[in-house]
Nanobody, 128 residues
């Protein structure tokens, strides 16, 4: 079964860090773009970061640029989002997703409609 599953969320204080993980199964994630999205309370889902297959091309939204690093470990079919210096505005449900089409060594998509496999999400809560 083709699926992705997030882990690593939790409750932290402002200024702390979290590392979210996304485990893919049922497909070879190495040739697809993988993205991380966030849905904050009362807001629509937004993209935070994405990484193309092949590993080197990434995109970061302005809201996380400089604070987050997206990496992938293809032998284990996993993707990681390292988030530093968290603020209460980072609170929300974080989703991992796989691109609809193969995206290899080219700019990864940045809109949610181009991702077709979604996890159930992991809650991140940041207290002030």
């Amino acid at each position: 079964q083709v699926q992705v599953a997030e882990s690593g969320g939790g409750l932290v204080q402002a200024g702390e860090s979290l590392r979210l993980s996304c485990a893919a199964s049922g497909f070879a994630s190495a040739i697809y773009a993988m993205g991380w999205f966030r849905q904050a309370p009362g807001k629509s889902r937004e993209i935070l970061a994405s990484i193309a297959g092949g590993g080197n091309i990434t995109y970061y939204a302005d809201s996380v640029k400089g604070r987050c690093t997206l990496s992938r470990h293809d032998p284990k079919n996993t993707v990681h989002l390292q988030m530093n210096n968290l603020t209460p505005e980072d609170t929300g449900i974080y989703y991992c997703a796989r691109s609809k089409d193969v995206v290899y060594r080219t700019q990864p998509p940045t809109i949610s409609s181009l991702y077709s496999i979604w996890g159930r999400g992991t809650q991140v809560s940041v207290s002030s």
